[in-house]
């Protein structure tokens, strides 16, 4: 387990879990995208991975990778196992024991409650270092789906129970994510979880038909808004240039929305948008 903290802040409420419709999805880029939001608004902004596979020892992984490109200094990784699958997965084929809740949650719990201090470490003078004490937004990034095992009967759900923690979805931009999306919101509602919202996780620069029906009708079908979209390539932007374009890639109430968590009355019909082109064939 590796962590890093700083100076105090006040303490922290609930973090945000974000998971996705399944792997590959940009969940850690969108992660970043957001950390680097909460910065250059001034916040305390901390991310946390609590499993990881396909890692071995010092190699960096996601959280190291959303810290490379928010500029987060403060940083949890939790458990780390070496083969390139499903967490249950990748300890039983190594002989290693499942990861139980208490293993996973009590270093979150604990990190939460530690002092805060994260800012941009190329802007040291900015609001996020000064003046008064500030709000603190802590990220926790799940693996793979949002029913993919992180120990025998584990989900990122219970996580999130535990934490009292509204989730986030991070999905696909094209054909296919309707279902995907739908199915996943289902199932965080099911647990009692309340889903803050939908990120995609990679738009293209020149969106097809589907893509941009999907953008209306996720909202519509979902019953959560479309809280931004993350442009395709974003990970390969050097780490000011990320920070600077990373507000204008989600609504621009999406801070409040998630401390307020009434997600209908701050969005209604303008999620379902977000400047993107409309819903129709060419000509």
């Not at 249950?88 to 208490?102: H, N």
């Not at 809280?227 to 920070?243: I, K």
């Amino acid at each position: 387990m590796t962590a890093s903290s700083g100076s105090a802040s006040p303490p922290a409420p609930a973090p945000i879990v974000i998971t996705g419709t399944g792997t590959d999805v940009g969940k850690t880029i969108a992660t970043a995208a957001l950390a680097a939001h909460g910065l250059s608004a001034g916040l305390d902004v901390g991310i946390c991975k609590p499993i990881q596979t396909g890692l071995a020892p010092g190699e960096p992984g996601d959280a190291h990778e959303a810290a490379r490109l928010s500029g987060v200094r403060r940083m949890l990784e939790v458990r780390r196992l070496p083969d390139p699958l499903a967490p249950e997965t990748a300890a039983r084929v190594a002989g290693l024991p499942q990861s139980t809740l208490p293993e996973l949650i009590d270093p979150i719990r604990a990190w939460l409650r530690a002092p805060g201090g994260s800012a941009p470490d190329s802007a040291p003078d900015s609001p996020a270092t000064s003046g008064p004490a500030r709000g603190r937004l802590d990220l926790v990034e799940g693996a793979g789906g949002v029913l993919v095992r992180l120990g025998t009967g584990l989900t990122v759900l219970d996580l999130a129970r535990s934490l009292d923690a509204p989730v986030i979805v991070v999905a696909r931009a094209g054909l296919g994510t309707l279902s995907d999306t739908e199915l996943t919101v289902r199932a965080i509602e099911a647990a009692g979880l309340r889903c803050a919202g939908i990120v995609i996780g990679s738009w293209p620069a020149d969106p097809d038909l589907a893509e941009r029906c999907n953008l209306e009708d996720l909202p519509r079908l979902t019953g959560v808004p479309v809280l931004g979209r993350v442009p395709a390539g974003a990970g390969a932007v050097e780490r000011d240039e990320f920070g600077r374009r990373a507000p204008g890639w989600f609504v621009p109430d999406l801070l409040d929305v998630l401390r307020s968590g009434d997600r209908r009355a701050h969005y209604g019909e303008k999620s379902t948008v977000i400047g993107s082109p409309a819903c129709q064939a060419a000509g």
